[in-house]
């Protein structure tokens, strides 16, 4: 303890000499605030990766040092990472990068809600800050909250109020309120769309050697999350329509719900290109979004010289769309309050059997997502499945959780390892790359709930319509983004965008059966490109 580099009590001098008295002194600090074992460590990692991203850009690697510093405020608690040299953000990769940094990346950019870079010309410092706690963990809790309370008020109106004054609350109050925010939603998800998409393609071409294992990783990848949105519009189908939307949605629906516009594959390929380059975002049209986001990013990549500017500015765009997005977001717990009240002062207790029918369905996602890596490794990789089985079933508790893949990306690489007996190299490779196709419990749950609207709304059932929701549907899942995009897709359908106002709300909760499904998927395909090229210790696997 007496060699560490102190300034203040709450600031230390890493170096690369005194680096692991660094990691010490990051213990002792978050210990005193009571911080979980592995909290500690994801906040060592993430220094850890920073650090040596920093240094090695600096001139003088070898004497290069950063200062780290506590500071909280409003009982938030943030780690700084400060460090003189030129202008230099460690959470963008470089073209030059190695592939061996590509896991070093994939940790950073996992965490990217923890981390913000900030430059200051002033002191010429480059400037990392780290939030100790990741606040989706508050955001699930939040949600919870509001559904009880809901529930709870709901329920007393439901039994107390007069149908004139629940119809007065419904038009006057929760309705505005839920139109407003949709409003202000559909307003930032194109812009958040076109940037974190162009990020995604330059992510990519950054693991330059993708070559012939990284595509293998993604054919695999996209055929899986091709299943898992059939699965989820048959499930969705064979659970049919939920009339207790229907009762709570006060719009003109006679002689309309059977009339229903839909989509058909001649408006999807016909309308995808837009006119001009402001349309996407004025009609939100997401599908001409996401064509003009891959193009662009597409046509970044095949410029030549250095765009580091470029690439630091997509990034940037990239992270402010998606603080507006969150921004926006903050006020879900009080909309899954609002709209609980709403359903069961209307319905009673019994209009949330809708809920429990649709998280039932979703659920089953998970063990069909074990069914199908059996079967893919009892085919492709030519092995006995059992023991995948028995180590991932355990482990899929983790991301189930957590709700984050990323966030367990250090232990999906170390379980892959260590208990699958998959080549390191193989492995460090594969994992970050599948990850951004691995979308298989998103894919499942949105196809699952945008083909029960679709039933609920007497939306025709042709075999164009299921073929283009099946297109959209496989498109969206990519994105990773979820049922934060589909409001205007809804609309393209003839069904009201508020309508799926009763499960962006819930959506931290449906999303822990869907994380858990991603990190299988993301372990399945990085197996059975391990085991096709036979990179996998039997001996290890089978133990």
Avoid at 51 to 67: P, V
Wanted: include cysteine; aromatic fraction near 10%; charge should be neutral.
């Amino acid at each position: 303890m007496a060699d560490y580099t102190r300034i203040t009590d709450r600031s230390f001098v890493i170096t690369w000499k005194n680096f692991s008295q660094a990691m010490d002194w990051i213990a002792d600090s978050l210990s005193q605030e009571k911080a979980e074992q592995h909290e500690i460590y994801l906040m060592q990692l993430l220094v850890e990766e920073t650090f040596q991203r920093l240094a090695q850009q600096d001139k003088k690697a070898e004497d290069f040092s950063l200062t780290l510093s506590w500071k909280k405020s409003f009982h938030r608690l943030k780690l700084l990472l400060t460090a003189k040299g030129d202008a230099y953000n460690p959470l963008l990769l470089l073209p030059e990068d190695m592939e061996s940094d590509l896991t070093g990346y994939a940790i950073l950019k996992a965490h990217r809600k923890r981390l913000k870079y900030s430059r200051s010309r002033r002191r010429g410092e480059n400037i990392v800050a780290i939030q100790f706690r990741d606040p989706e963990y508050q955001e699930v809790r939040r949600i919870l909250a509001g559904l009880i309370l809901g529930t709870a008020v709901g329920a007393l109106l439901y039994i107390e109020a007069s149908q004139a004054a629940k119809d007065w609350l419904e038009a006057v109050v929760i309705e505005p309120i839920q139109t407003v925010f949709i409003s202000a939603l559909m307003m930032a998800i194109a812009p958040m769309i076109f940037f974190s998409v162009i990020e995604g393609i330059i992510s990519m071409s950054y693991s330059s050697n993708i070559g012939r294992i990284g595509w293998h990783v993604v054919l695999c990848s996209l055929l899986k999350l091709a299943f898992f949105v059939a699965a989820g519009l048959l499930a969705g189908y064979l659970m049919g329509g939920t009339p207790e939307i229907l009762a709570t949605l006060t719009l003109t629906l006679e002689g309309n719900l059977g009339n229903a516009p839909g989509i058909t594959v001649g408006s999807l390929l016909g309308g995808i290109v837009p006119g001009n380059v402001v349309s996407p975002f004025s009609t939100n049209n997401i599908m001409q979004t996401l064509f003009l986001a891959c193009f662009c990013g597409f046509i970044l990549n095949k410029m030549d010289g250095q765009l580091d500017w470029a690439r630091e500015g997509v990034r940037f765009m990239s992270n402010f769309t998606m603080n507006v997005v969150q921004t926006v977001s903050l006020l879900l717990p009080f909309l899954v309050c609002i709209s609980t009240i709403k359903m069961v002062m209307q319905l009673g207790i019994i209009g949330l059997w809708a809920y429990a029918r649709m998280l039932l369905v979703i659920a089953l996602g998970l063990p069909l997502s074990f069914l199908v890596a059996a079967l893919l490794i009892l085919l492709v990789a030519r092995c006995s499945p059992l023991p995948f089985l028995q180590k991932t079933v355990p482990f899929s508790a983790l991301p189930f959780s957590s709700s984050n893949s990323s966030a367990c990306l250090p232990a999906t690489l170390k379980f892959c390892v260590e208990k699958l007996g998959m080549n390191e190299r193989i492995t460090k490779f594969t994992v970050p790359v599948g990850m951004q196709f691995n979308m298989d419990g998103t894919a499942y749950y949105v196809s699952v709930i945008s083909m029960m609207l679709a039933c609920t709304f007497s939306v025709e059932m042709n075999a164009d319509f299921i073929f283009s929701l099946f297109c959209v549907e496989f498109l969206m899942a990519m994105t990773g983004v979820g049922l934060l995009v589909m409001p205007p897709v809804l609309e393209n359908m003839g069904i009201p965008g508020t309508a799926v106002m009763h499960f962006i709300g819930i959506e931290p909760i449906i999303d822990m059966p869907g994380t858990a499904q991603n990190v299988v998927g993301d372990i399945t395909s990085a197996f059975l490109v391990a085991g096709k090229d036979r990179q996998v210790d039997e001996a290890v696997y089978r133990s």
